[in-house]
């Protein structure tokens, strides 16, 4: 009998383990978000999603701002992230293209981007309860300083998306 209980206090604490989700599981959906860039206020739109047999995290990403002259500025992108080996890469419609490096757990993804041949830099995201925050730093002389930050709320739910999908 005691075999018994000790192997359903096992079970269920193997199966409390398996339901903890990892960022890039909580991360799926859309979202959107306010904050600032450069100090000025912006807002903010991202999809993650699973992609190419869900091999591939894929962050569709947006930005959107006023200088202090009123032009408006855009900037569009799309990340992929291997989960796996901790690697991705940044296309962006500025023209740049940034190698990724990943740092990862339960509420936290940290990519790190760049390298010597380009602008090196570091975003986390934090998801907190039902909100995701966004840090965003560039290396200048060899610090990280802080250029955007942002608090994002789940417009729709990335479940939703691959239930379609069948």
């Known amino acids: 009998m005691k075999q018994?209980?000790?192997l359903l206090l096992c079970l269920s604490l193997m199966g409390s383990v398996l339901a903890q989700k990892t960022f890039d599981e909580r991360a799926l959906g859309s979202w959107e978000g306010t904050g600032s860039l450069f100090g000025m206020e912006a807002q903010f739109k991202m999809t993650w999603e699973k992609t190419l047999n869900e091999k591939f995290l894929k962050l569709t990403f947006q930005n959107r701002f006023k200088t202090q002259n009123g032009d408006e500025r855009v900037m569009d992108a799309q990340a992929y992230y291997d989960m796996v080996s901790g690697k991705g890469q940044w296309f962006d419609s500025r023209g740049q293209n940034l190698p990724l490096l990943l740092e990862m757990d339960k509420k936290t993804l940290k990519v790190f981007w760049g390298d010597n041949n380009t602008e090196q830099g570091k975003t986390i995201y934090m998801i907190v309860g039902k909100k995701m925050a966004v840090e965003d730093y560039v290396m200048?002389?060899?610090?990280?300083n802080p250029f955007?930050?942002?608090?994002?709320?789940?417009?729709n739910s990335g479940k939703l998306k691959s239930e379609n999908r069948n």
């Open 4 to 6: 018994f209980f000790t």
């Open 148 to 155: 955007g930050k942002a608090e994002y709320i789940r417009v």
């Open 140 to 144: 200048k002389d060899g610090l990280l």
